[in-house]
T-cell receptor, first 113, second 114 residues
Framework: AQSVTQLDSHVSVSEGTPVLLRCNYS??????LFWYVQHPNKGLQLLLK??????LVKGINGFEAEFKKSETSFHLTKPSAHMSDAAEYFC???????????FGTGTQLKVEL | DTGVSQNPRHKITKRGQNVTFRCDPI?????LYWYRQTLGQGPEFLTY????????KSRLLSDRFSAERPKGSFSTLEIQRTEQGDSAMYLC????????????FGPGTRLTVT
């Protein structure tokens, strides 16, 4: 079975400093991986996706993630945090022919002045 | 493109009552998914449709739950004889057959069972 593990339930950074949200995956074959963001009272929004093309994936709002097969990781990074980045972030793997999504437990990102 | 819409946004019901939620996907999307999200957790897959055909159901979807997509457009999710454990956010997502990896989510329906 395919699954993802988000290693931190909460991450706190200062505005202007780098963001690192960690995700490890488990898969018997090459997975499709995603990061989604959920702002309070708003719908889930796709940040970026990896579907077996380039291992370094760029997304919206300056976020990027690198697929590392040797480490079974798909960590999300951003060089400089902004207050508007405060939200919950989900690492997600796509499972099966129907592409149903399996979500991690989420990482709450807090950005402080 | 008006996005995925869900109605109602909030529903409070008493235990034992039936409730029905509606999801309107993005118009050209032929796949529609239902997920459930409880407090502090990530969304969990419930079921999905390709056009009007329901192709997969999770074990989470007990026999009190039923979903339909009669004309391949909007979908409804009904919960019969609601229980307190059904309290959650119910999320709908849709995707296009040519790009089914990208699922677009609606704002959700928050159900509270008292």
């Amino acid at each position: 079975a395919q699954s993802v593990t988000q290693l931190d339930s909460h991450v706190s950074v200062s505005e202007g400093t780098p963001v690192l949200l960690r995700c490890n995956y488990s898969s018997s074959y090459s997975p499709s991986l995603f990061w989604y963001v959920q702002h309070p009272n708003k719908g889930l929004q796709l940040l970026l996706k990896y579907t077996s093309a380039a291992t370094l994936v760029k997304g919206i709002n300056g976020f990027e993630a690198e697929f590392k097969k040797s480490e079974t990781s798909f960590h999300l990074t951003k060089p400089s945090a902004h207050m508007s980045d405060a939200a919950e972030y989900f690492c997600v793997v796509s499972v099966g022919g129907g592409n149903k999504l399996t979500f991690g437990t989420g990482t709450q990102l807090k950005v402080e002045l | 493109d008006t996005g995925v819409s869900q109605n109602p946004r909030h529903k409070i019901t008493k235990r034992g009552q039936n409730v029905t939620f509606r999801c309107d996907p993005i118009s050209e999307h032929n796949r529609l998914y239902w997920y459930r999200q409880t407090l502090g957790q990530g969304p969990e897959f419930l079921t999905y449709f390709q056009n009007e055909a329901q192709l997969e159901k999770s074990r989470l979807l007990s026999d009190r739950f039923s979903a339909e997509r009669p004309k391949g457009s909007f979908s409804t999710l009904e919960i019969q004889r609601t229980e307190q454990g059904d309290s959650a956010m119910y999320l709908c997502a849709s995707s296009h057959k040519d790009n089914s990896y990208e699922q677009y989510f609606g704002p959700g329906t928050r159900l509270t069972v008292t």
